[in-house]
Structures are given as structure tokens and as C-alpha cells.
């Protein structure tokens, strides 16, 4: 167990409607990090968020958005679904923004289905 | 950019075979490398890391050496059991970096 926890566990929903992810790091993690994982793209890296801001952005869709609140759990909120944005998505978490380099500890992950 | 190339996979060995999946990288830089195991049905977990050239990483029996000149990272084990079928993610990560960058993954199956 990484200690970083994830719900839910699965989630099904149609396309165009709206869903939310939540993360909650390590005790004491400060940074928490957002990956999509599907068949076709592999692991990606969304973005990161360090002590509720914004630390770096990757492959995420504008119809995505993220944030960490002030107790460090975070939510990854995706809308408009698409077929496509059914994947696996991972959280993970660090003590520390970058500067490391940190082990990431993962969450066991959503599983996202659009239908 | 960063990039993680990893052996096809998919891999089946019997009980008791030794195993290599291979792993090389494009990075500017020294970044540190990281084997990551996926166990099905479950998340991403750290198997073993290594931050520096000729560094080695060990855990649970796989060891992964840092070779710079060759950019590679591979990951072996002496004589692997049933319980170690899994997928495998290679990965970099640059200090000052925010994220991972990780491989496509090599899948394993190991047979009775």
C-alpha cells in the first residue's frame, strides 16, 4: 500500500457529461501528480500540483482542469467526455515540487469507461 | 525531448529462467531512472531507482545498473517466480523535473 488513495474505484458514464477524480496523498506529501494511462498513448502525464498550485502541465486537454485544495487532496475534473478519455488514471504523489529527485508513490488508480 | 524506449514485450518464461527487459533512454543531461511494476489490478509501484552513472538498483532480486555511455537501464532477475507476472515501466525523471517520463511497459509472464 503507497498510501496515496483514489476514488472511485471505477467509474462509467456517457459521453458529453462531466466526472470527478479525487486523490489524496501521503502524509506529508506535498505535491500531487495526475497520469492517464490508455492502450493507445501509454502512461502520460497530465499535471502537477505542489501545495495547492499549479506546478507543470503536460498532454492535458483543455477540457480538463485540476486542483489541490488547502488539506493537499487534489481532483482531476474532466468534461465533455469522449469515447477516448476512457483510460486508467493514476495519482501519485512526492514530498517535494522537483529539485529531487523523488519517488512518485502511486494511487491504484480510476478506471474511467465512456460509453 | 525525454524519451524511455523499452523492449516488446509481451514476455513468458518458465519458473526459475532468468530475465532481462531492456531499457534505454534520450534525455539531455543525467537524469535518475526508475523500474516501476504494475501487478494486475493494482497501481504503479517503485521496484527499484538510481540517481547517478554505475549506480545499481536492487529490490526483491531485480537489480537495473545506470550505464550512461550506453544510455541504458535494464532490468534482470537471476531466476524469476509466478508471483512476479506484471507489467514493467521503465522511467526517467530530471532533477528539477516535475514528471516522469515513462517507457510503453513490457508485460510478463512467468509459467509454472
Known amino acids: 500500500d503507497s498510501g496515496v488513495t483514489q476514488t472511485p474505484k471505477h467509474l462509467i458514464t456517457a459521453t458529453g457529461q462531466r466526472v470527478t477524480l479525487r486523490c489524496s496523498p501521503r502524509?506529508?506529501?506535498?505535491?500531487v501528480y495526475w497520469y492517464q494511462q490508455s492502450l493507445d498513448q501509454g502512461l502520460q502525464f497530465l499535471i502537477q500540483?505542489?501545495?495547492?498550485?499549479?506546478?507543470a502541465k503536460g498532454n492535458i486537454l483543455e477540457r480538463f482542469s485540476a486542483q489541490q485544495f488547502p488539506d493537499l487532496h487534489s481532483e482531476l475534473n474532466l468534461s465533455s467526455l469522449e469515447l477516448g478519455d476512457s483510460a486508467l488514471y493514476f495519482c501519485?504523489?512526492?514530498?517535494?515540487?522537483?529539485?529531487?529527485?523523488?519517488?512518485?508513490?502511486f494511487g491504484p488508480g480510476t478506471r474511467l469507461t465512456v460509453t | 525531448g525525454d524519451s524511455v524506449t523499452q523492449m516488446e514485450g509481451p514476455v513468458t518464461l518458465s519458473e526459475e529462467a532468468f530475465l532481462t527487459i531492456n531499457c534505454t533512454y534520450t534525455?539531455?543531461?543525467?537524469?535518475?531512472l526508475f523500474w516501476y511494476v504494475q501487478y494486475p489490478g493494482e497501481g504503479l509501484q517503485l521496484l527499484l531507482k538510481?540517481?547517478?552513472?554505475?549506480d545499481k538498483g536492487s529490490n526483491k532480486g531485480f537489480e537495473a545498473t545506470y550505464r550512461k555511455e550506453t544510455t541504458s537501464f535494464h532490468l534482470e532477475k537471476g531466476s524469476v517466480q509466478v508471483s512476479d507476472s506484471a507489467v514493467y515501466f521503465c522511467a526517467l525523471l530530471h532533477a528539477g523535473a516535475n514528471n516522469l517520463f515513462f517507457g510503453t511497459g513490457t508485460r510478463l509472464t512467468v509459467i509454472p
Open positions: 502524509s506529508g506529501d506535498l505535491s
Open positions: 501519485a504523489s512526492s514530498p517535494r515540487g522537483a529539485g529531487g529527485p523523488y519517488e512518485q508513490y
Open positions: 500540483y505542489y501545495n495547492g498550485e499549479e506546478r
Open positions: 534525455a539531455t543531461g543525467y537524469p535518475s
Open positions: 538510481a540517481t547517478k552513472a554505475d
